[in-house]
Antibody, heavy 121, light 107 residues
């Protein structure tokens, strides 16, 4: 079965750090771009970051640049998001997503169930 | 960053109605746009990529059109299971940006 399973969410104080993980199965993880998308409670979707197949290219939304780092371990079929200097406004469900990239278009075809990150004192 | 503006923010329609959602980009994005459906309590689902290509397994009542700055998602005959919020996403450049969403309710 093709799936993505996130873990590592939780409650953290402002200024703290957290690392969320995503375990992929059922497809060739090393062949695809991978993405993190987040959704604050009751709000819309936000694209956070992505990385290419070998992890050599990484792109971020402006508000997390310098604080968040996306990485992957193709040997373990895993995607990570290291979040430092967390702010209250980073509170959200974080989704791990596959981009199947047909004809070089973005196409986010597989989504995890999400992991909740709460930043609060 | 490119701004994506959806309209309307919400709509209510009857089963069988034709429903149209619009997404406007703040600059030309060619055809580099996708559409997602998010049902309450669930992760989003890919409907359309490349502005008009239907994702495998998505019912044919969904269609996408447009290029440049103006795009449309159409549901030709609304079904009860289409109750959801719909989002567009531009992939012309970084950072990728979503529209704010359109909530579709069934009368």
């Amino acid at each position: 079965e093709v799936q993505l399973v996130e873990s590592g969410g939780g409650l953290v104080q402002p200024g703290g750090s957290l690392r969320v993980s995503c375990a992929a199965s059922g497809f060739t993880f090393s062949s695809d771009w991978m993405i993190w998308v987040r959704q604050a409670p009751g709000k819309g979707l936000e694209w956070v970051a992505n990385t290419n197949q070998d992890g050599s290219k990484k792109y971020y939304m402006d508000s997390v640049k310098g604080r968040f780092t996306i990485s992957r371990d193709n040997g373990k079929n895993s995607l990570f998001l290291q979040m430092n200097s967390l702010k209250v406004e980073d509170t959200a469900v974080y989704y791990c997503v596959r981009d199947v990239s047909p004809h070089n278009y973005d196409a986010f075809d597989i989504w995890g169930q999400g992991t909740m990150v709460t930043v609060s004192s | 960053a490119i701004q994506m503006t959806q309209s309307p923010s919400s709509l209510s329609a009857s089963v069988g109605d034709r429903v149209t959602i619009t997404c406007r980009a703040s600059q030309d994005i060619r055809d580099e746009l996708s559409w997602y459906q998010q049902k309450p309590g669930n992760a989003p689902k890919l409907l359309i990529y490349g502005a008009s290509s239907l994702q495998t397994g998505v019912p044919s009542r969904f269609s996408g059109s447009g290029s440049g700055t103006d795009f449309t998602l159409t549901v030709s005959s609304l079904q009860p299971e289409d109750l959801a919020t719909y989002y567009c996403l531009q992939d012309y450049n970084y950072p990728r940006t979503f529209g704010q969403g359109t909530k579709v309710e069934i009368k």
